[in-house]
């Protein structure tokens, strides 16, 4: 049932409905007003509401509005479907008032006809009249399937409500997963829901403040980004502005009297600046419409906290309207010819379209005052689709054939299911969920964005947490591409990291997951990927692979969270003493591999002199060395590029002269990077002793953001077999570096 609506009762002093056009309009004069179809009277159309005598063939005067507006985008539309909905709907909802005073079935009207002025087809108008008659009367689903077809049926029931009898507390959260599963199938389901929920904010005014605030917030969270992702503009704005009226009322107070303010002014900056454009394309011989949109109320009051004064340009953008998207271009070659252009402002969403459907050219002109006018410049299309969005697509689900032989694009109700019909199959769908490798929408149907949301929301061990998590992802309102090294490409939100991309990419399989190359280089499973980037994700052989827990501080989308914490809920935390990422890879009681060791085969300038090879670089042959006398008769041998050479002669420490000798075995320590999996320091130590190598010391450092640091200290019977066994180490899966040690710490010996 609607948040407004009552059964049989009493009602009390109507109030005045919190609409966006008189919020607008209060205080504002005619030349500042939005453009557009009257508001319709409630009470008026409440009594017209009430179905009298009519013959069966005529519309009821009550829908003559919705049957304009409809006909208005689909002159040759049958409205027989709408005139049979209307009847059941006013017959069963006859009775029931709003709590505002109106007869209920003035809700379904005023929801119908803002979808029929948006474009929406006749099965979206037709369910939209009867979305509230299974949920609050008398009439059966199955009714609704035997009088209008499958299709009505399924957008009726993807937009009934669960019963809180049912569902307790969680009534709300399981809702809208059901309507988010059904909105998958046919985005027409959300469509109905936005205009519902628009309907029912205008409205609010008669509802307890406490009421108003929590409808408010859950709108602001969830259907506000909602409408964003489905590019429907002209519901998102006034939705936003409705919520600010309630979450924010000094603020709202204070944006309106900034708004009231400046249509009261004598001079008009922006309609100055379009009178120039006009002349300029004009005079260019290129057939456009350039009309004032002025900014809604959120927007004005970011704008204002953005830029600080407003100016007059400030309130509103140019809109240029052509026939051909080759004129968007022609617009804005003159406009920054003939004008001053504000090139940071330049935006190209034609050659690139955001992931809502949404094309334009944004630009920006500046007079010599100092006003600068916003330009936004489309194809009337691009601001059909602009407004609207999905309900701009018609049928979206109709076969191209049958959109060319019914001429508005619709299909006559009830011809079969609606993720039956005219939709690609799943092993037909795009794989990079839901655009192709151009960068253009697949199917815009079902958007990368919601593939992912319904791919997480099954995982979701509980309502509260697939509510948590709902709002926090609809909270990421820009989306990245990235593309994968087989070609295909990846939708992420924006901040998303490796960790996302490889469960974007490969579910829970990415457990598996030991590293990724990010425009060819290697990086982190933490690296925080950016738009346009290559990636290429590193994935283990070991089928017990594991995730590691510290993964969860750079998992950024639902997906890789909810599964990350599932793993974690079946496998509890390790004792102290043992990490997941390489289980036998802890630091053991080893020598210091920093110590100067004894160097038999280095020979020093001075007689008597014992040797050690330092441990902060290791040397051994061919390795050029240098010398440096210590305590007790001791010379330390350093590789000359050792850190701690340069030190010591800055000093003021004499060098003393070493050369290698005959013996040719000698030791070294060797650092191994790698990304942490299970058995790798198995596989290392067996790479180290197939090459005839023998392990003086091992230590290996805890994980950090999955890399493992190993430390070696290693006998070589000859100075030779370095390379082959550096070579050797490197070749072990995950490892991505081998280098010979460097320990400044340890180079004061």
């Known amino acids: 049932m609607s948040a407004e609506a009552t059964n049989p009762a009493t009602p009390g002093p109507a109030m005045p409905s919190p609409k966006l056009s008189a919020s607008l309009e209060q205080g504002v004069p005619p030349s500042h007003r939005r453009k557009g179809r009257p508001r319709i009277d409630l009470r008026r159309l409440g009594r017209a509401a009430l179905l009298g005598p009519a013959a069966r063939d005529r519309l009821p005067d009550a829908i003559g509005h919705v049957a304009e507006a409809h006909r208005a985008h689909h002159p040759d539309a049958d409205l027989e479907p709408l005139r049979r909905a209307y009847v059941l709907a006013e017959s069963s909802h006859r009775g029931q008032m709003r709590k505002s005073g109106e007869p209920y079935i003035t809700h379904p009207l005023a929801v119908t006809l803002i979808l029929a002025e948006l474009g929406a087809e006749t099965t979206t108008l037709t369910a939209s009249l009867l979305h509230d008659t299974v949920e609050d009367t008398e009439v059966t689903l199955d009714q609704v399937r035997e009088e209008f077809g499958e299709e009505v049926c399924y957008l009726v029931d993807g937009v009934t409500k669960l019963e ?155 809109l240029v309207l052509v026939n051909e998207d080759a004129d968007c271009y022609g617009v804005l070659g003159e406009l920054h010819t003939c004008l001053t252009p504000v090139v940071s402002e330049f935006k ?114 509980d309502p509260d947490t697939f509510w948590s998590t709902l709002r926090e992802d609809l909270a990421q309102d820009r989306e990245i591409t990235v593309f994968r090294a087989d070609g295909g490409s990846l939708g992420l939100p924006e901040g998303a990291s490796c960790v996302d991309a490889a469960y974007a990419q490969y579910g829970e399989d990415a457990h598996a997951c030991i590293g990724a190359r990010v425009n060819g280089r290697l990086a982190t499973l933490s690296t925080v990927l950016k738009d346009g980037d290559t990636v290429q994700l590193l994935m283990g052989q070991d089928p017990a692979s594991e995730p590691s827990r510290e993964w969860l501080e750079h998992a950024h989308t639902p997906a890789a969270r909810i599964a990350i914490q599932r793993w974690m809920a079946a496998h509890p935390a390790p004792s102290d003493t043992e990490t997941p990422e390489a289980p036998a890879a802890t630091p053991r009681p080893a020598p210091d591999a920093r110590a100067a060791r004894p160097a038999a085969n280095a020979v020093v300038d001075q007689p008597g002199a014992s040797v ?79 090459e005839g190598v023998a392990i003086v010391s091992a230590t290996v450092e805890p994980p950090s953001q999955q890399r493992v640091r190993h430390t070696y200290t290693l006998q070589l019977p000859d100075a030779a077999h370095l390379p082959g066994l550096m070579r050797a180490m490197r070749n072990v899966p995950g490892v991505y570096d081998v280098s010979r040690a460097q320990h400044p710490a340890a180079a004061a010996q």
Not at 203 to 212: A, C, D, H
Not at 222 to 236: D, N, S, T
Not at 387 to 405: H, K, R, T
Not at 656 to 665: A, C, F
Request: charged share 30%; aromatic share 4%; hydrophobic share 40%.
């Open 348 to 461: 190209d969403f034609i050659a690139v379209p955001k992931f809502n459907l949404y094309q334009s050219l944004h630009t920006a002109v500046a007079r010599g005052d100092g006003e600068v006018a916003e330009v936004l410049i489309r194809t009337h299309q691009m601001h059909k689709v602009a407004e609207a969005g999905v309900i701009a697509l018609g049928n979206p689900y109709a076969p191209p054939s049958e959109e060319q032989a019914d001429g508005d694009g619709e299909r006559p109700s009830g011809s079969g299911r609606p993720s039956d019909i005219g939709r690609p199959s799943d092993g037909a769908r795009s794989s990079d969920g839901g655009r192709s490798f151009d960068g253009e929408r697949a199917d815009p149907t079902r958007p990368g964005w919601l593939s992912r949301l319904l791919d997480w929301q099954e995982a979701a061990p």
């Open 612 to 690: 050690r090879l330092a441990g902060c670089c290791t040397p051994v042959p061919p390795d050029e060395v240098t010398g440096f006398a210590v305590r007790g008769g001791v010379v330390t041998v350093h590789r000359v590029e050792c850190a701690g050479v340069a030190r010591m002669k800055g000093t003021g420490r004499a060098e003393v002269g070493v050369r290698w000798g005959d013996t040719t075995e000698c030791r070294v320590t060797l650092v191994a990077e790698s990304f942490g999996r299970p058995h790798l320091l198995a596989d290392l130590t067996e790479a180290i002793a197939l």
């Open 164 to 318: 809180k009898v049912d569902y307790g507390a969680a009534a709300e959260p399981e809702t809208f997963r059901k309507m988010l599963v059904a909105t998958g199938n046919d985005v027409r389901v959300m469509s109905i829901k936005l205009a519902d929920r628009l309907h029912n904010m205008r409205t609010l005014g008669v509802m307890r403040p406490e009421k108003q605030a929590r409808i408010a917030k859950v709108t602001r969270d969830v259907l506000i980004p909602l409408a964003e992702r489905l590019g429907v503009q002209a519901l998102k704005t006034e939705l936003e502005d409705l919520v600010f009226a309630i979450l924010h009322p000094e603020e709202y107070e204070h944006t309106r009297e900034l708004i009231a303010d400046n249509a009261a002014r004598d001079d008009d900056p922006l309609a100055e600046i379009a009178e120039e454009v006009r002349t300029v394309l004009r005079d260019a011989g290129i057939q456009a419409e350039v009309l004032i949109r002025p900014r809604h109320f959120v927007s004005v009051h970011r704008v204002s906290r953005k830029r600080g004064p407003m100016r007059g340009a400030d309130f509103g953008r140019l």
